[in-house]
């Protein structure tokens, strides 16, 4: 018996979200994997979160245009076969090699998403920016958010990167709806003209026209003038 994982779903309303990491996993440990496609299908996700390009850029035999190949591979492997799945990609953070020689390798990477994600038509976050771009790992290790090898983040640096990110989300779509909301607003609370004359001439139980109201009276003088 092999378990892959497992789920725990009920019938509230909500978000669920699922995770499926790997340690050291690079883009052909996903590129390659038998699983990865019938358990996208099986959960058919509205939004796929790719983050990945952390450890292909760590090794010491990174091959930028090996890497390029197969990220753009793997793109091509989910959009052909979710066309209609929204995607965000992350690009990797900041972070040394063996703790004191920034990793170059990254930024290369973090250009090849930016590029592939205009291909694809697909978001993306810039963690690498967010983070505060080359050398910034060393602030986050100042203020306690990252571990002693400077590549992890801790508790509370995850923690901080899981706001940022949510916030970003939050903010796109409150910019996305702005429009609609105005528009809703107006409906609701601006004059609705139609349902103003309806009442004169629409005939109800509850709400008859009495002669001492002044919508009578005013509708009176109306149709006596034109009479």
Excluded at 31 to 37: G, Q, R
Excluded at 73 to 87: A, D, I, N, Y
Excluded at 128 to 149: F, H, P
């Amino acid at each position: 018996l092999i378990v892959h994982g497992f789920s725990l779903l009920n019938d509230l309303p909500g978000i669920t979200y699922s995770e499926a990491g790997v340690n050291g996993g690079k883009v052909i440990s996903f590129l390659t994997s038998e699983h990865l496609l019938s358990q996208l299908n099986e959960f058919s996700p509205d939004l796929l979160v790719l983050s990945v390009g952390t450890n292909d850029a760590y090794t010491l035999l990174y091959n930028d245009s090996l890497f390029q190949h197969q990220y753009d591979s793997l793109l091509f492997l989910l959009s052909s076969k979710f066309p209609k799945m929204e995607v965000i990609l992350t690009t990797p953070g900041d972070a040394n090699r063996f703790q004191t020689r920034n990793i170059s390798e990254n930024q290369l990477v973090r250009k090849h998403i930016l590029r592939l994600a205009q291909k694809y038509n697909y978001a993306v976050w810039d963690w690498y920016n967010v983070m505060g771009g080359t050398a910034s790992i060393e602030q986050w290790r100042k203020y306690k958010l990252c571990q002693y090898d400077r590549v992890h983040l801790n508790e509370s640096g995850y923690q901080l990167q899981g706001q940022l990110f949510y916030n970003a989300i939050a903010k796109k779509y409150e910019n996305y709806t702005a429009l609609k909301r105005k528009e809703l607003l107006i409906i609701n609370h601006g004059p609705n003209w139609g349902k103003f004359w309806s009442q004169f001439y629409i005939y109800s139980d509850t709400s008859p026209l009495l002669f001492s109201s002044t919508v009578f009276w005013i509708l009176f003088l109306a149709f006596f003038l034109i009479y």
